[in-house]
């Protein structure tokens, strides 16, 4: 089973969009995890857990850098989520964006 782990501020507001995400991949079957969490727990969760993709809220777009310096060497996709795909709670595109992005990196 892939982990696809959602970062914000508290963890609350990609909640939603995690659960759409979720819904997306169990209808097709796909293996897939997701769940969001706070970015305050963000080394915690990453090294106890070790999500295959690490996806940022748009309203934490600012610790890209510090998450990709800090992550990056771990070979997994680490991206900020398309803010208009955030805003609309648009759990398909953000699915498939992360899945495109896992498979690329494979």
Do not use: W
Not at 9 to 25: C, E, F, I, P, Y
Not at 68 to 91: R, S
Not at 93 to 101: D, P
Request: charged share 30%; aromatic share 8%; with cysteine.
């Amino acid at each position: 089973m892939k982990k696809f782990y959602l970062f914000c501020d508290n963890g609350m507001s990609t909640s939603l969009l995690a659960q759409r995400m979720q819904k997306v991949a169990d209808e097709n079957s796909l293996p897939i995890e997701v769940k969001a969490y706070s970015q305050g727990k963000m080394d915690e969760i990453i090294t106890k857990l070790n999500p295959d993709v690490i996806l940022l809220g748009p309203q934490v777009k600012h610790i890209y850098e510090k998450v990709k310096d800090k992550y990056g060497d771990l070979g997994k996709p680490i991206m900020v989520i398309d803010t208009e795909d955030y805003g609309t709670m648009n759990g398909e595109r953000v699915l498939k964006k992360a899945l495109f992005e896992l498979k690329k990196g494979r």
